[in-house]
């Protein structure tokens, strides 16, 4: 079970820290990890290991969400079921 997190906001200091350690705190390990900053935007997508959270995954996409908030950001978390069935043709 694994999903995507989406990240894009104003690039600031401790964003890949302060998300990390939600994660962590869940029991969600990253798989993948891209980011780019472009001028002062920061993008990353993370691609995580869900099946040993230790949240329902609605908990988990709102802390990630109330994260987001706190940096002043923009964080959506979806299953990668949900993603493979809104990318098909």
Do not use: W
């Amino acid at each position: 079970m694994r999903a995507v997190i989406t990240v894009v906001g104003k690039d600031r200091t401790g964003i890949i820290a302060k998300l990390s350690d939600t994660i962590c705190k869940c029991g969600v390990n990253i798989l993948d990890i891209s980011q780019n900053v472009m001028d002062e935007m920061f993008a990353m997508v993370m691609f995580v290991d869900i099946a040993n959270c230790n949240v329902d995954f609605p908990v988990f996409t709102e802390l990630l969400e109330q994260d987001g908030y706190a940096l002043g950001m923009k964080v959506h978390c979806m299953h990668e079921d949900i993603f493979n069935a809104m990318h098909r043709i």
